[in-house]
């Protein structure tokens, strides 16, 4: 099924919904889910819908709000507060589950105050891939899969991103914060800003794909593959090291293996 097929069948999915509230992130899938929202239904029966909790890091929130705001759309931020759920804090390998759960009640409860009784989200074919048990809480939620549902894989949402023109379409795929901790480490909002700090101060280093996975004292930087030989470099390497012990890790150390998405996976899938 070719690209435009399959685009058309998405606008159809979102013709039939009228009015439709988009759990939106800012990441490529979510983007691309409201911009054709906003070009098949109009900006008036779409809305944007983010939450806003620790695990969430405020560069993506700001981003998204930019994102919103160039396609005339609205970002509602809604505050969620995973933390005080005890079963997302202690962190099985359910965490997405409970954290999916709490914000698409939050999503849907805003959405149906303004009139939006239809939510959906950015999934597309490719996530069954990995380990979601998220997935589970968005259908609990009675949330749709628009781009799912017209086939959409992963690579033809760069495809069509990009042919709108889409800045986010070769955007790095981007996890919440509590996914860089390894299953049985409780999720506190201390780790989490930890994190972020980590990563920030990476960033802010110029690095672009960028995962800082939390062990404790230690952080395991994960980098894309075009960027590991500049950390390499003694310079980048100091530098790097005091920014880290700066947000509170004693040991820092890089991941030969380089960035994976879902490396926390691994053990629950027997992959390296």
Known sequence: MNLE?????????LRSYGRVAVAFSGGVDSTLLLKVAV??????????????????????IAAAELLAESMGVELV????????????????????????????????????QRGFMVCCDGT????????RPGARAVRESGACSPLAAAGFT????????????????????????????????AVTAEVLAQIEAAEEALV??????????????????????????????SETR?????????VGYTYVALDLAGYRSGSLNAKLKGRP
């Open 77 to 112: 931020l809604v505050k969620t507060d995973e933390l005080s759920d005890s079963n997302y804090v202690a962190n099985s390998v359910e965490r997405c589950y409970f954290c999916k759960r709490v914000i698409f009640k939050a999503i849907k409860e805003v959405a149906t």
């Open 5 to 13: 097929r399959k685009s058309g069948l998405l606008e159809a999915e």
């Open 238 to 246: 100091s530098a790097v090291t005091a920014a880290l012990r700066d």
């Open 124 to 131: 597309n074919s490719d996530d069954s891939g990995d380990w």
């Open 39 to 60: 070009e098949t239904l109009g900006a008036g029966c779409v809305m944007a819908i983010m939450a806003d909790s620790p695990s969430m890091p405020r560069r993506e």
């Open 204 to 233: 802010q280093m110029g690095f672009s794909v960028v995962r800082v996975r939390h062990h404790g004292e230690v952080a395991r930087i994960e980098l894309g593959a075009d960027e590991m030989e500049r950390m390499l470099a």
């Open 154 to 185: 992963k690579e033809e949402v760069r495809a069509l991103s990009q042919s709108l023109r889409l800045p986010t379409a070769t955007k790095p795929a981007m996890a919440c914060l509590a996914s860089r901790i390894p299953y049985g480490s």
